[in-house]
């Protein structure tokens, strides 16, 4: 049953833990920027409850579910009869609603990477992209890059197999022959280099270490993008500077890329990102209090 339409439709976040999210934030902006009446909460899940804690959600009444750690692949087992080809091929889903009593799942992430870069003036189209990382960020954002048009895709991650695998997988099932897609270790970044865009999708960030990466990766005017974010340039982002990547950018602008496509899913409406990601920006950088 959904719920009465006088009523805003309710929306939220799951995941453990996900007290820190910014999407009730952001996709509170993008209601008021829209004139859409929703409630968007956070919806904390046990590690061995998320599809009860789904079924619950949809069962009373509610209309879209955006998913977090460490659920996006138990979310794409969940909704598999119903994917979306972005949430097929990236094997993980961040965005859940419901249709005809059934469960959809797409994956926004990627999207929301691209737009991202487009934002920040990088021309995709017939650039040489290297991407840091094998896990499930890296492979949520393979196929967007790939789609966007650049001519070579070269994947590399600290444990050099599971580059290897996730490009050949990605390869099995894409049936794609564009871009020429490689992989290998850290230590083969500079293959193939250097590089127009770099995008950080290990998670070393979090430790505030960048990755170990060999020197000279940076083409002129190459665009370094980490999808962490903090009030600080992360440590990938100072790393970059100093090898001569001419822009450095955090994941916030992907953060609310991502969430736009969710809300254009739910709501059938685009919202604009650049005030809410204005608004962010600030609040990253206000003083604690
Ligand atoms: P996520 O879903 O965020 O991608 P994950 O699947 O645990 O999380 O993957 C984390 C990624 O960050 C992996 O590519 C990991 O490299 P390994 O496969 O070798 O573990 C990478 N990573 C984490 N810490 C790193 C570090 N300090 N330096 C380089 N890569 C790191």
């Given at each position: 049953m959904t719920a009465p339409s006088s009523q805003p439709g309710r929306y939220a976040v799951i995941g453990n833990?996900?007290?820190?999210?910014r999407s009730p934030q952001i996709h509170s902006l993008f209601a008021r920027q829209t004139g859409i009446d929703l409630e968007y909460g956070l919806l904390p899940a046990p590690l061995d409850g998320f599809a009860a804690a789904v079924r619950d959600f949809f069962a009373q009444g509610g209309r879209g579910l955006n998913v977090t750690v460490p659920f996006k692949r138990e979310a794409w087992q969940l909704a598999e009869a119903n994917l979306s080809e972005r949430a097929r091929l990236a094997g993980a889903v961040n965005t859940l609603w419901q249709r005809d009593g059934a469960l959809h799942g797409c994956n926004t992430d990627g999207v929301g990477l691209v737009q991202d870069l487009r934002r920040l003036g990088?021309?995709?189209?017939?650039a040489r992209l290297l991407l840091l990382g094998a896990g499930g960020a890296a492979r949520g954002v393979l196929q967007p890059l790939a789609q966007a048009g650049c001519a070579r895709l070269h994947i590399v991650n600290r444990t050099a197999e599971r580059a290897r695998e996730l490009a050949s997988d990605w390869l099995r099932a894409s049936?794609?022959?564009?871009?020429a897609v490689s992989a290998g270790g850290?230590?083969?970044?500079?293959l193939g280099g250097p590089w127009d865009v770099v995008v950080n999708a290990t998670s070393s960030s979090l430790a505030d270490a960048p990755p170990e990466l060999p020197a000279g990766?940076?083409?002129?005017g190459a665009l370094a993008y980490d999808m962490m974010y903090g009030a600080q340039p992360t440590a990938f982002m100072r790393q970059a500077a100093a090898d001569g990547a001419a822009h450095c950018a955090d994941g916030l602008g992907m953060l609310v890329g991502q969430a736009a496509e969710s809300f254009y899913i739910w709501h059938g409406v685009r919202p604009d990102p650049e005030p809410v990601l204005q608004a962010l920006r600030a609040a990253l950088a206000a003083p604690a209090r």
């Open positions: 833990p996900v007290a820190h999210s990088a021309d995709l189209q017939g049936g794609a022959t564009h871009p850290l230590d083969e970044a500079a990766l940076y083409a002129p």
